[in-house]
């Protein structure tokens, strides 16, 4: 369950200088009041995305909402309306979810410049996770057991796991085939191409 909703918070109340109470008439007794209504998940602002603003006659205590408001009022109320930001806070979430983007973002790019080092200059024990059929979600992993020049010896592990973390499921090493094949680099380099070879990771450093 996830809980969520909108809220709201007053900003700012400022004096309407110069406006006359249309109901009761006296001179600069009306207020204005801004109010910022915000998104938010747990309780937690997302963005704000109204301004609702009130009135109210100090004197008569007559109040107003923007849908009412006589114009003498509601002129100077969303003139002041527009000159008051929501608050900063109110974009919280939305602020985090962009960091959060921005710090994915980073670390794919730092994991794929590793990814591409380490296909460069393999080590025994690097650890390929690969795509077991074209455009299948099954994984399984390719661990390097010898290298030789251009080539490498790999063995098969001889599971396979629905899921992009391989790595921590079926890194057993009960779990590789006896049986080494050998690969070449172009050939690792085609498979990361096409999407199959996904990740490599080498846990020793
Ligand atoms: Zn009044």
């Not at 204005?32 to 938010?40: E, I, K, M, P, W």
């Not at 979430?93 to 962009?98: H, N, R, T, Y």
């Not at 009960?174 to 070879?197: D, I, V």
Request: proline content about 6%.
């Amino acid at each position: 369950m996830i809980f969520y909703g909108t809220n709201g918070s007053h900003v700012r109340t400022a004096p309407l200088p110069g406006v006359a109470c249309p109901n009761c008439s006296t001179m600069d007794s009306v207020n204005a009041s801004v109010f910022s209504r915000y998104a938010h998940i747990y309780w937690i602002p997302l963005f704000p995305y109204s301004k609702p603003i009130v009135a109210q006659c100090e004197h008569c205590q007559q109040a107003w909402e923007e849908k009412v408001m006589p114009a003498e009022v509601r002129e100077p109320a969303k003139a002041l309306k527009q000159d008051t930001r929501s608050p900063l806070l109110h974009w919280a979430g939305l602020g985090v979810i962009a960091v959060l983007i921005c710090v994915g973002a980073l670390m794919g790019a730092r994991n794929d410049r590793e990814d591409k080092a380490f296909l460069e200059n393999p080590r025994v024990g690097d650890i390929y996770t690969v795509r077991t059929k074209e455009d299948d979600k099954t994984y399984s992993l390719l661990k390097v057991v010898a290298v030789k020049g251009p080539t490498v010896d790999v063995v098969p592990n001889e599971y396979t796991i629905n899921q992009r973390n391989a790595l921590d499921e079926l890194n057993d090493p009960a779990k590789y085939s006896k049986e080494s094949f050998t690969l070449s680099q172009f050939e690792l380099k085609t498979m990361q191409n096409k999407g199959q070879l996904t990740d490599v990771d080498r846990l020793e450093k």
